[in-house]
Structure formats: C-alpha cells, structure tokens
C-alpha cells in the first residue's frame, strides 16, 4: 500500500534482472513510500507491474521523469545513467546507482551501509552501488579490518551467470538442456555481451567477466580491486582478484585470503568476530558440513562467510568462503539499504 | 594389437571411470604391450572390454592375477591398493598407484614425469601417482620454480565432479535435468560418497571435495599441499589451497597466484618459459579472449596456462590460471607416462 506521507520512489530499469529485485525489495521492507514510478528504455515503456497488489505502468525514462522524486534507484546500464542521473539530481532527486558509471568519481560515495554509512554524508546528489562481487567480500572483511587490521586480498571468484542479466540466465538453462540431449549449441552472450567471441557456459567455466584491460586484468577483477581500496578508505591496501563465471544461476561463492595486521590471532577469533557482524551470517562447522553454497543463499539478504581457517605457513593469514545473492546484497538490497540509511540519517525526509 | 615383444601391463579397476581413459591411453600410445590384463572388484568380474579391438575379459584382482605382470596400473581405491600392491610387487611387478595410499609414504615416490621423473630411480616396487588437483598444478609451476625460484602458492580449484567417479558424472546430468524441469531432487553423492550430507551439485558450488580434517582443511587440500612440497622437494614451499566442486562433467581448473624468490620479473618472461615447457600449451591471447577452459581441455593431455599476469602490488607475485582433463594428465595419461618414463629409464625391460 503506498502511504499518505512517504518518499517518492523511482525505480530506473523497473523490468531487468536488478530492477525487478529492486521492487520485491522495497515491498519486503518498511520504507515509507508515498509513490513509486516505474521507468525504462522506451523498449519496455507501456508494460505493467504489480507494486503491492497495484498495477504500475512503466514510463519510459526522460529528463522530466524525475520532478518530484525523493529518491531514484537506477539500475538500467551505465549509458542511462550518465545520461539521466544528472537530470534527476538536478530536478531534486537522490540517485542510487547501480551501474559502474560514476564509482570511481571522486565526487560520488561509493556505498555499502554495513561498511562506510557515514559516507553518505559527503554526497553531491549521487551515491554508488558497489560492483556485486565487491560488495559481500567487504561486508565479510570489514569487521576483520576494523579489529585487526588488513594488509592484503587475494580472491577468485565463482560467479553466477545472473550477474549478466536475465538474457544470461537463459543462455545458461537453454545450454544445459541442449548439451544433455547431445544437441548442438550456439553460445551468443556470455561471457560479455557485444564482446568478439561468445563461449559454452553450461557445464562449463569462463575465467572472464567484463572485457579486458592492458595489464592482462578484466574490469571486473580492477573493479574488485579499486572499489574495495575506495569504500575501506585504504588506497594503500594490496587486493588481487580473478574472477570467473560458473555455470550456476545466482549467488556468488568467493574464496578469500586475507593478511591481518595483528598477529597472533585464531580462526576462532574470526569465527567469534564474523558471528556477531553487520550483514553476515556465520555457517562454519566442518564436522557437520556446514558452509555456504549459492543454492542455500539464493533469496536472502546475508552474506554468508565459512571455511574460516588460519593459514598453515602464516601466522596473520586467513582463508574464508564467502557466498551472498548477487542480485541482492550484491545489487537490489544494497541499493535499497542505501535508501534506508539516508533517510535514518536525515539525508532525505518524508512529507 | 599385442606385440610379440612387449611388456605384460595390469589395469585394477579396468571399468571404472580412470580405469577406461587408462585403457584409452593404452590404446593410443606407442608403449609396447605383450599382454594386457584387465582386472577389477568380483562385482564387475566377467564384464568383456575391447582392447585395440580385441576382446579382453575382466578377472577378479586376487594376489595369483599379479603372476608375470611387469607393470600394474591401480586405479580401484585406496583400500584395493592396501591389500594388493604389496602382493603385485611381491610378485614382481611395478605398480604405478593412482590412489592416496602411498602417496606420502617415504619409500615411495611421487611422480609427475615433466617435474622429477629422475625419483623413479629411488622406486620400491610402488610409484604413486599425484592427486589430479596437484598435477596440473605442478606441472603449470615447475618451470618458473626452475628459473626464478618458488616462495609461495595460493591455489583455489574449480573441479570437475569426474574426480568423484562415473556416478557422480550421473548425478549432476540427472539433477540438472531434474532442475530444468522442476523436479525435486535428491542429492545422494556429492559432496563425498559415504558422508554425513550430500548436496545439489546442478547449478550449484561446494566447497567441499574430500572430509574434513581437524585444522578446518578438507583432505583434498592437504593433498595439494603436501604433495606439491614432496614431488618439488620442497619441505619449505608455503602453499595454501582451497578445493570447490563445480557443476562440471571433466576438466580441473585453478585459479594460481605465486610468489617467485627471483624479483623484477615480468608477465612477458613467466609467458615465454611456459610457451615452451614440457606438458604445457599456452593458450593466453586475453585481447583474442584466449584462455584455457574445461570445455576445450577434455580428451587432451596437456596442462592449458593462461591469464598470466603479474601482481598489481607485489614485484615477485603472479596469477595464472590452470585447466586440465583431470581423468587425463591428472590421473590415467600421468600413470600411462610413469610407465613410459619406466622403460625409458631402463627400469622395466621388455621381454
């Protein structure tokens, strides 16, 4: 039910993967809403929703979309949102991006609430949505960094096809079925939409997300790299990623090692510390075969974190799984949580 | 065709999954076989195999079967190994063992032909084979240990249900069929065979290959690490792992970073020792979108190298990314080439 008083909510590529995570989202949670506009390209304008029971027409999106918004959460690709989000800023609105497009900016927060809330406080009418793969690895790491200190990351990923949208997804059922009845395939999207060559992804792994860089890196490894530098506030922190595409349709798994700065410490330490943490949910107990797995944390907003274990050659090193739902924590609940915390701190107000 | 000069070569565990690529291998390489034995549990005792076209019927492994073998390949478990190695050698065969069971054992060594093939000199009548994980690992490293010295090794695994059996390759065709289909499920063999819990395989990652030891490592990461430091006689080696299953019939991949003890190395030096190191294929062509995958690996015997690139923070740090057919070089061609590097040696004679 919308509310008398509340914000005004724009949800900006209402009918993607994220966008549609980001609308069960905001159902699930208590934030005041008075009304919710649906935008989109011009491809998708006229479909309808549901929001709480009531049928929503999705607008296309225009600079004139925005008068009134409170807040805008958008998540319909970087070239959208370099386009719009300034429009939407300069009509009043606060945009939480989901895109890559203005991360980096130094102008713009770079935000994971259980990490860097206070943040939001420096914002210019932007704040951005961390990559997906980023965002659980800090909310895992950040009480190890608060008590112990951080030197170095290094993490390979294990990442879900849903990351690349719902047409990915698809690819990937399609695959399975084709390559189980011995039937040919023709693999067009993944690992990068629009890239040269397009490889099998069922039954299969594609050590490339995104396109690649000069350094030998893929975007998505730097993003991992450089947000991570960003919302921990340590340019100086040594992080290394390789990230990688399963064929699994969503929740990303990370195996993490880290290197404290304090010495001396125990995995049971860890176990203690990440057992009453912001946002992560502890399933470590090897005896009993407990640990994370995407098919368990599909749906849910924690990131789960186990295999905690003391490296056996260093005495500040560590090694931890790390498994969160990409399209959640990793996109749609973040940006949603954004939202929460501006207006717990009197960032945005209701009328 | 059986020659009339030859070796009399033994395959325990003839029908299972190794067993067959063993066989395969056999088939397919130029060692010179008088005789060939296929032998195997009573339950599959009487089954016929075809060998170079010719009819061969399983016998049940008992002591007498090793009478006038020269080599025994095992591949039917640790247990079979046990009881029967010691009675094949008694009888004056070599076995080259592809269990755990004597893996790290001091009489025995443990072999990997590009990296030391020289141990087998120090052979006590058993030779055993490498876990599939650690192969590939070694032979991908070996030449940068030669060159610039090795300090350290993070590997995390992206492996293949195969390494669990034939049944485990059934399992995930059926629970993806049954995924795709919204059937229910019922998980019976993966993680491990015989533990607690088994979990969806399909779709899905565990992280979990072999049980549980008490420091919170699974066996199958202690396999890597222990093995690495004896087949690189490197008591020293600091090497961590973290072992995953995938929903993937055949074809490890690792995601690799080490650090080397020569510094001011480059990407560019570590590329060219590999694109011309024994057992290796370079396939790294990141602007081609060249890098190695499980799909093209199967059938093939080599260990595929890629994504080579140097640490963005550490000068003597490097990722690579390592993908081999696990029932190939990781278990049946290693043996077959044991047996090669036997006869080359002068170890085995042929009668």
């Given amino acids: 039910m919308e509310e008398t008083k509340g914000l005004n ?3 900006v590529g209402a009918t993607g993967a994220v966008g549609q995570q980001m609308i069960q989202t905001l159902e ?24 709480k029971g009531k049928e929503v027409e999705v607008q296309e999106a225009k600079p004139e979309s925005f008068e009134g918004i409170d807040i805008a959460l958008f998540s319909a690709g970087g070239s959208i949102s370099k386009e719009l989000a300034p429009e939407a800023v300069k009509r009043g609105a606060i945009v939480v991006d989901n895109t890559s ?3 980096m900016d130094e102008q713009v927060p770079l935000v994971v609430p259980e990490v860097n809330e206070e943040d939001l406080r420096h914002h210019n009418g932007i704040i951005a949505n961390p990559n997906c793969s980023t965002i659980q690895m800090v909310v895992a790491l950040e009480p190890i960094r608060k008590a112990y200190g951080l030197n170095k990351i290094i993490v390979s990923t294990y990442q879900a096809v849903s990351g690349a949208g719902a047409a990915a997804i698809n690819e990937l059922r399609e695959q399975s079925r084709d390559l189980l009845d011995n039937q040919e395939i023709k ?21 490339q997300i995104d396109t690649f860089q000069d350094n030998g890196f893929t975007y998505e490894e730097m993003k991992m790299i450089n947000e991570t530098k960003k919302i921990m506030h340590m340019p100086e ?6 990230c990688v595409r399963l064929p699994v349709e969503t929740g990303h798994s990370e195996s993490v090692y880290v290197e404290t700065s304090a010495a001396s410490i125990t995995a049971a330490d860890i176990k203690t510390l990440l057992s009453d943490a912001p946002g992560v949910v502890l ?9 994370p797995m995407p098919s368990d944390a599909v749906g849910k907003t924690g990131v789960f974190v186990g295999r905690i274990r003391k490296d056996l050659d260093k005495d500040n090193g560590f090694h931890l799984w790390v498994v969160s739902d990409n399209l959640l924590k990793g996109a749609a609940w973040n940006s949603v949580q954004i939202a929460e915390s501006l207006l717990k701190l009197g960032l945005v107000t209701v009328k």
């Fill in 9 to 11: 909510i724009a949800v």
């Fill in 28 to 51: 699930s949670r208590e934030l005041p809403i008075k009304k919710i506009t649906f935008l989109s390209s011009a491809r998708s304008a006229g479909k309808k929703l549901l929001f």
């Fill in 101 to 103: 497009a203005y991360r």
């Fill in 187 to 207: 693999p067009a999207i993944l690992p990068v939409k629009g890239d040269k060559k397009h490889y099998q992804i069922a039954f299969n792994v594609i050590p």
């Fill in 237 to 242: 922190l040594h992080v290394a990623a390789t």
């Fill in 283 to 291: 399933q470590d107990d090897p005896e009993n075969q407990i640990y």
